[in-house]
């Protein structure tokens, strides 16, 4: 009896990562991309969204490499995030932020020809209370990194559609 319902659940899960794998189903966060992108090298000033990307990437099944080792190119040229006040309370006092976050990319292939050249942008408004800095700084660096993570997705998606 153990040898057949053994049987039955191992049948079902082979069943089950074909029609998976047949139906284009894909593990969130994963990009198809064209394999001229397969290897690629991600260059770019802001330390923590090359990271991002990287991480990403890499779950991706694309192998980052170092410059210079014949591989296609992610350069993320400019990014800025700006941080201005969106309104003031009757006293004059700043209530609230508006938190941009702006990326500008690149992406060559190993021959060095432009592919895609895009900007993605991301904002948030952010409420400040003057009695609680503490919890607006937190909320501050949460809404950052809420941020990159999503412009990464971004970025990621369009360039699974480089053709």
Same mark, same amino acid.
Request: hydrophobic share 40%; with cysteine; aromatic share 8%.
């Given at each position: 009896? $153990?040898?057949? +319902?053994? $049987?039955?659940?191992?049948?079902?899960? @082979? %069943?089950?990562? #074909? /029609? =998976?794998?047949?139906?284009?189903?894909?593990? !969130?966060?994963?990009?198809?991309?064209?394999?001229?992108?397969?290897?690629?090298?991600?260059?770019?000033?802001?330390?923590?969204?090359?990271?991002?990307?990287?991480?990403?990437?890499?779950?991706?099944?694309?192998?980052? /490499?170092?410059?210079? &080792?014949? %591989? %296609?190119?992610? &350069?993320?040229?400019?990014?800025? *995030? @700006?941080?201005?006040?969106?309104?003031?309370?009757?006293?004059? +006092?700043?209530?609230?932020?508006?938190?941009? *976050?702006?990326?500008?990319? /690149?992406? *060559? &292939?190993?021959?060095?020809?432009?592919?895609?050249?895009?900007? /993605? $942008?991301?904002?948030?408004?952010? %409420? *400040?209370?003057?009695?609680?800095?503490?919890? =607006?700084? !937190?909320?501050?660096?949460?809404?950052?990194?809420?941020? $990159?993570?999503? #412009?990464?997705? =971004?970025?990621? !998606? !369009?360039?699974?559609?480089?053709?």
């Amino acid at each position: 009896m $153990r040898v057949i +319902i053994s $049987r039955i659940v191992i049948l079902s899960v @082979l %069943a089950s990562s #074909l /029609v =998976f794998s047949g139906c284009g189903f894909h593990l !969130r966060g994963q990009i198809d991309v064209p394999e001229s992108l397969m290897r690629l090298h991600v260059k770019g000033t802001d330390v923590e969204l090359k990271h991002d990307i990287e991480k990403s990437l890499k779950f991706s099944d694309i192998e980052i /490499v170092e410059e210079g &080792d014949n %591989a %296609a190119l992610l &350069d993320i040229s400019n990014t800025t *995030y @700006l941080k201005e006040v969106n309104g003031t309370t009757s006293t004059g +006092i700043a209530s609230n932020y508006k938190m941009t *976050y702006t990326v500008n990319y /690149v992406v *060559y &292939d190993a021959e060095s020809e432009v592919l895609q050249k895009d900007s /993605v $942008r991301q904002e948030r408004t952010l %409420a *400040y209370d003057a009695s609680n800095i503490l919890l =607006f700084e !937190r909320e501050e660096q949460f809404l950052m990194k809420e941020m $990159r993570q999503e #412009l990464v997705s =971004f970025m990621l !998606r !369009r360039m699974s559609k480089i053709q």
